[in-house]
């Protein structure tokens, strides 16, 4: 995959190799170009005015237009029907013929009405919010700029960590190239604007902390953990076509859906009240549905309680009911606890003790980039093993590679900006200082609860704290996912103390209001 002259430094690497990787080695374009710039004093090219973030009173009215039937998109005022009749549109269509200039969208007729706009929604077409000046695109954009920041400050509800410990100056030139990752990241196709060197060592790192051996595993970056639950369960299906899905009740709605799309048979498990599966449930409809093949979804950091499924309790079930690897396959939902489940012996007690591992008999495992990593978009991993993807896979003669995945093209930023990551916090170093740190401020907030009488909950391996539901007003600010009469908040590295306890003290006074009131 790497060109002799390419070295793509490994996670923990100096920041002045990675510079270098990010600067030369990794995109020779973006040297010329700057070396041009170097030599003629200046940009090749005049910048984008500056985005400002103007002041808008609170009358002032939106600039995006308002959510309305799709109908009413194409009603022609009546001002365009006299225009666009039949005669005026025939006499057009004579003068373009003819070559005679038409009005252009600068060009306003006698009732204040943008021509351009006319003849477009004459034509069922509707284009007049990318019709807007750069002045109106820079104060937008600033106006933006100012929306995520408020509600990023307050975010706790979600499991996304929100600080990416990146910088504009590093990531930002790459925003220009059309980086794609199309077919298997280990089958270079023709396509050659991609990112699968850094790719790969992402995949390997991966498989590095759920102890797979390099040349036994398979894998690839995802748009986001529901395609590697997608992936897990697909080829669950590939090596048992008659098995059924079993996942518990709390399973993440993917995992259901896979069924849905798969024509899978579907088990529902019952879960206890933390959230963990009920393994005597899980025994139970083994032994009722005893030789058929069963596709295994456990969960490691359930959606709403963070609960950790236990694997050995899961295999001894297949066991005792006649399973193997055989007629067994264990996909795991890591999407959260993927990257704080390896470390939290570690992180807690000094000791490594991973409880969910290939070593230990899993097939395949999904885990999301924008969640502990913190990418700024939607990304993550799924790694399996590579005789699973060797029964799926196919060669594409139009992409020169191998469809092995979910997806056709592949958002190469994402592969980048998730090696760019590791290299920041410098690997495994840097992601048990942050488990550590996400475990310490998760109890920090549950004892804050405790002291308060407030009915919470925080399971072992988990960082996310399950409390009582507050008013909406609170929900709405603090952006928190709820069921039923619960919340949470899932405390990530981005949560810090100061954040958790002004949320903290908001619940607080929201509670003592509603029950004064009741």
């Known amino acids: 995959l790497r060109p002799p002259d390419v070295t793509c430094p490994a996670p923990g690497a100096s920041p002045s190799k990675v510079a270098a990787a990010v600067s030369s080695a990794t995109c020779p374009v973006l040297r010329s170009e700057r070396s041009a710039a170097d030599s003629s004093g200046g940009n090749t090219r005049p910048p984008f005015p500056p985005i400002v973030r103007p002041t808008r009173s609170q009358s002032s009215p939106p600039r995006h237009p308002q959510l309305v039937p799709r109908s009413d998109h194409f009603t022609m005022s009546e001002a365009l029907s006299k225009r666009f009749s039949a005669t005026n549109v025939a006499a057009d269509t004579e003068k373009e013929a003819a070559g005679i200039a038409l009005p252009t969208r600068d060009v306003i007729d006698d009732g204040g009405v943008d021509v351009a706009e006319e003849r477009l929604q004459a034509k069922g077409l509707h284009c007049k919010h990318f019709s807007r000046s750069r002045e109106e695109v820079r104060e937008m954009l600033g106006e933006y700029m100012g929306h995520l920041e408020e509600r990023t400050s307050h975010h706790l509800g979600y499991p996304y960590n929100l600080r990416f410990d990146g910088t504009s100056e590093d990531l930002g030139p790459f925003l220009r190239f059309s980086i794609n990752n199309l077919g298997d990241p280990f089958v270079e196709s023709n396509y050659g604007v991609h990112s699968r060197q850094f790719e790969v060592e992402v995949l390997e790192f991966f498989a590095t902390i759920w102890d797979i051996d390099i040349d036994s595993y398979w894998g690839y970056t995802t748009t986001c953990g529901t395609e590697g639950n997608l992936l897990g369960v697909l080829y669950g299906r590939e090596k048992l076509p008659d098995g059924i899905l079993y996942c518990s009740r709390d399973s993440h709605y993917s995992v259901p859906k896979s069924a849905h799309l798969y024509r899978i048979p579907l088990c529902i ?71 704080l489940l390896p470390f939290h012996e570690t992180a807690v007690s000094g000791k490594r003790s991973n409880k969910v591992s290939f070593k230990q008999g899993i097939d395949s495992i999904s885990v999301s980039g924008h969640k502990m990593l913190g990418c700024p978009m939607p990304c993550g991993v799924v790694i399996t093993r590579k005789e699973h993807m060797q029964r799926f896979a196919r060669d594409v003669e139009y992409l020169n590679s191998t469809d092995s995945t979910i997806m056709g093209s592949r958002n190469g930023q994402a592969s980048l900006a998730m090696w760019y990551a590791l290299q920041q916090k410098n690997g495994v170093e840097g992601l048990i200082q942050e488990a550590a740190k996400c475990f310490s401020n998760a109890k920090f907030l549950y004892d804050k609860f405790k002291a308060e009488g407030v009915k919470c909950m925080l399971n072992e391996y988990s960082t996310t704290v399950v409390f009582e539901k507050p008013g909406i007003e609170v929900i709405r600010k603090w952006q928190l996912a709820c069921k039923g009469d619960i919340a949470h908040v899932v405390v990530m590295p981005s949560s810090g103390k100061k954040k958790l306890t002004q949320f903290f003290d908001a619940y607080m006074v929201d509670r003592k209001g509603r029950l004064g009131q009741e």
């Open 269 to 339: 498990v019952d879960s206890d009240p933390t959230g963990e599966m009920d393994y005597d449930d899980f025994a139970r409809k083994l032994a009722k549905n005893k030789g058929t093949p069963a596709i295994v979804s456990m969960n490691a950091g359930t959606t709403v309680t963070g609960a950790v499924d236990n694997l050995s309790r899961i295999k001894t079930a297949l066991y005792e009911n006649g399973y193997s690897r055989d007629n067994a396959y264990i996909h795991c939902d890591g999407a959260l606890a993927g990257l």
